[in-house]
């Protein structure tokens, strides 16, 4: 499988650890969108696209939003909720549930490695072209 185009959407304001969007095409033929770039502590990494995970209200059964306090539907406090747990490697019980999960990945950590470098490497192409001016806006020209 061949990574065929790689297109970066820069995201704007430069404090925030999301850096851009990318859409990659696999072969001509089959498209991934919405694949994020974002800095880490230790540099840039890639984030592919994902959606927000929900649990039911034990009252209404509206979905929430995983780790919601009260429901937006009837206002019921969430806490109650039973949620995994996980250990450490001390026996310390921990809360664990993501919050996302992933719509699309790589199964092996080689095709992960082959998605970043691609993607970071068209995101380093894109920082260097700088900012783009905006689409639609002319700018008027001064006078004498």
Do not use: W
């Not at 065929?4 to 696999?26: C, H, N, P, S, W």
């Not at 072969?27 to 969108?33: E, L, M, Q, T």
């Amino acid at each position: 499988m061949q990574i065929t185009e790689v297109r970066i959407f820069m995201k704007e304001g430069q404090d925030k650890k999301l850096k851009a969007y990318a859409t990659v095409t696999f072969d001509s033929a089959f498209v991934v969108r919405n694949i994020k770039v974002i800095e880490g502590q230790k540099g840039l990494f890639v984030a592919m696209p994902s959606r927000k995970m929900k649990e039911s209200c034990p009252k209404c059964n509206f979905k929430n939003v995983v780790r919601s306090k009260y429901c937006n539907n009837c206002g019921s406090n969430l806490d109650s909720i039973a949620r995994p747990v996980a250990r450490s490697p001390e026996g310390e019980a921990k809360e664990r549930q993501a919050e996302h999960k992933d719509i699309a990945h790589p199964i092996t950590l080689e095709f992960r490695e082959l998605i970043q470098k691609k993607v970071l490497d068209a995101f380093d192409t894109e920082k260097k072209k700088g900012p783009a001016p905006a689409k639609g806006v002319e700018y008027a020209e001064e006078e004498d």
